[in-house]
């Protein structure tokens, strides 16, 4: 049997904490917890879309989400005592009590509660947030962005390839800049000045007929949204390229995009003050616009395996 579904998605009421549904404005951690005076948390952000011809809200790749947050979990040595598969729950259990009908945005986050130093393990408490996210109007005629005088911390110094919070820092300096000299958002360079990644997204740009993308070891993301991204190109007939990218690569390219859960596929016109082809948004970046939108709504039925259903 169908479950009754609200005539309209609702502001953010309440939070899951610890497996418990609290109300929105009591979901506080103490000022002395680690997470609090060191940022340290990892978290995900996942998108939820609504398919009005399904009545249906699906959350896209929940299951790659939850293993990047048990891979952080992991990698930052914290030491949790909660199952992951109760996290995965909550987000479907929170969309559902929230009566969520249009896109949305979630965040899962676990952090180091208590009173401990920044070595501590334990405890690990978490919770999940739900709240509405339309699309930025950006997607239909691209940003401006600047390459940062900021760099992309280094693996073996603070690993891009762990979500925590902490990690954010280095995104908003980058960004911060960009901003005050007039641009929207970053690029940032790693350490070895071969492009990396936005502040909180991917990159991606199309160069004597393929697309390319910085590889998995030039200091980025493990981004769930740039393997979409891959895999929808692949299946459009493009071919692709893993590889370190120079920043005079960005200059030279036909089209250049940033992609990510929050950003989903947003076009870059120009760089640097460079236009990038006639400076408007590229066909081929609209082709992935259009295979993006498509998959993550269930629109596209190829990529039904990558969609979970809130209301059953």
């Known amino acids: 049997m169908s479950e009754a579904l609200p005539r309209s998605s609702p502001r953010t009421t309440q939070m899951v904490v610890n497996g418990n549904f609290v109300p929105f404005e009591d979901a506080t951690v103490h000022l002395m917890s680690p997470a609090m005076r060191y940022g340290l948390n990892i978290f995900e952000g996942l998108r939820g879309y609504w398919n009005a011809k399904e009545e249906q809200l699906y959350v896209f790749r929940l299951g790659e989400h939850m293993e990047r947050f048990a891979q952080s979990m992991r990698l930052l040595r914290f030491d949790p005592e909660f199952d992951v598969a109760d996290v995965t729950s909550a987000v479907t259990e929170l969309l559902r009590a929230d009566g969520h009908r249009a896109n949305c945005h979630i965040r899962a986050t676990a952090y180091l509660d208590g009173m401990g130093e920044h070595h501590v393990p334990k405890p690990v408490s978490w919770c999940v947030y739900a709240g509405p996210r339309p699309r930025s109007p950006k997607v239909e005629i691209g940003i401006r962005a600047q390459v940062s005088s900021w760099r992309r911390m280094s693996d073996n110094a603070m690993s891009p390839r762990i979500k925590c919070g902490a990690n954010y820092a280095n995104a908003r300096l980058a960004r911060f800049q960009a901003q005050l000299d007039g641009y929207e958002d970053a690029i940032l360079l790693n350490e070895a000045g071969k492009v990396a990644e936005g502040p909180g997204a991917c990159i991606f740009l199309m160069r004597r007929g393929s697309l390319v993308t910085p590889d998995v070891s030039s200091g980025i993301l493990e981004s769930i949204t740039r393997d979409t991204i891959i895999d929808l190109a692949r299946a459009c007939g493009l071919a692709v390229e893993e590889r370190p990218v120079d920043r005079t690569e960005l200059y030279a390219a036909d089209e250049v995009f940033l992609a990510g ?48 259903p809130v209301y059953t």
């Open 261 to 308: 859960s929050a950003a989903e596929v947003m076009p870059i016109v120009s760089i640097d003050g460079i236009d990038m082809g006639d400076a408007t948004v590229g066909a081929t970046t609209r082709e992935l616009q259009k295979a993006y939108f498509a998959a993550v709504s269930g629109d596209s039925y190829r990529e039904r395996n990558w969609l979970t």
